[in-house]
């Protein structure tokens, strides 16, 4: 059965670059799509994207077009998400999640998620 | 993007008694070709991910216990939990996977 481990706790200041990883065990990941969602410390779900590893095409949500970038190495079965110019509103906890998809005429439709990672707590502070 | 609006925020439940959580979404997420609705639903524990439950707004996730279910079509979706025990608590979330960006409700926190 699958895991996702994700990398640990960070803590880091406005401005700089975080990057998370997410790597599969006991399974593999290529054919699946890998979504990232985060939640802020007492707040809902946000999902910021996701990337299909067979295919090499990520998706990223508008709110966050322009300063994530999603990647996957199938060689190691690690998804990585990358998030620049941090703001405070940055916290939160980060998870990678596995899920199916739908591919129309090359239209890439995520579904549901049906296996989560432990999540990564990131802390954005001065 | 579609807004997914979960009521209530909060329910509180008695042992064994019946749960509803209702979900409403902006558009409809009835795909017609398929006749599929685009929808899952999701329950987390404190200091957990995560967990689907039921997706296409009615399929049971393997493993989940069957007092959970899922129901509606187009915009209106309910979850079910028959007979609530100690260990649903938690808050539950409802999703859309009709069209990018996914979307959450808010989250309805079900208590004992």
């Known amino acids: 059965q699958v895991q996702l481990v994700q990398s640990g706790a960070e803590l880091k200041k406005p401005g700089s670059s975080l990057k998370v990883s997410c790597k599969a065990s006991?399974?593999?990941?290529?054919?699946?799509?890998i979504s990232w969602v985060r939640q802020a410390p007492g707040q809902g779900l946000e999902w910021m994207g996701g990337?299909?590893?067979?295919?090499?095409?990520?998706k990223y949500a508008r709110k966050f077009q322009g300063r994530v970038t999603f990647s996957a190495d199938e060689s190691t079965s690690t998804a990585y998400m990358e998030l620049s110019s941090l703001r405070s509103e940055d916290t939160a906890v980060y998870y990678c999640?596995?899920?199916?998809?739908?591919?129309?005429?090359?239209?890439?439709?995520?579904?549901?998620?049906?296996?989560w990672g432990n999540g990564t707590t990131v802390t954005v502070s001065s | 993007d579609i807004v997914m609006t979960q009521s209530p925020d909060s329910l509180p439940v008695s042992l064994g008694e019946r749960a509803t959580i209702n979900c409403k979404s902006s558009?409809?997420?009835?795909?017609?070709?398929?006749?599929?609705?685009?929808l899952a639903w999701y329950q987390q524990k404190p200091g957990q991910p995560p967990k689907v439950l039921i997706y296409?707004?009615?399929t049971r996730e393997s493993g989940v216990p069957d007092r959970f279910s899922g129901s509606g079509s187009g915009t209106d979706f309910t979850l079910t939990i028959s007979r609530v025990q100690a260990e649903d608590v938690g808050t539950y979330y409802c999703?859309?996977?009709?069209?990018?960006?996914?979307?959450f409700g808010g989250g309805t926190k079900v208590e004992i």
């Open positions: 999640a596995r899920g199916d998809y739908g591919d129309y005429g090359g239209n890439i439709y995520y579904y549901n998620m049906d296996v």
């Open positions: 006991g399974g593999t990941f290529r054919r699946y799509a």
């Open positions: 990337i299909i590893p067979i295919l090499r095409r990520p």
């Open positions: 558009q409809s997420i009835l795909y017609n070709s398929n006749n599929k609705n685009y």
């Open positions: 296409w707004a009615s």
């Open positions: 999703q859309q996977y009709y069209g990018a960006p996914l979307t």
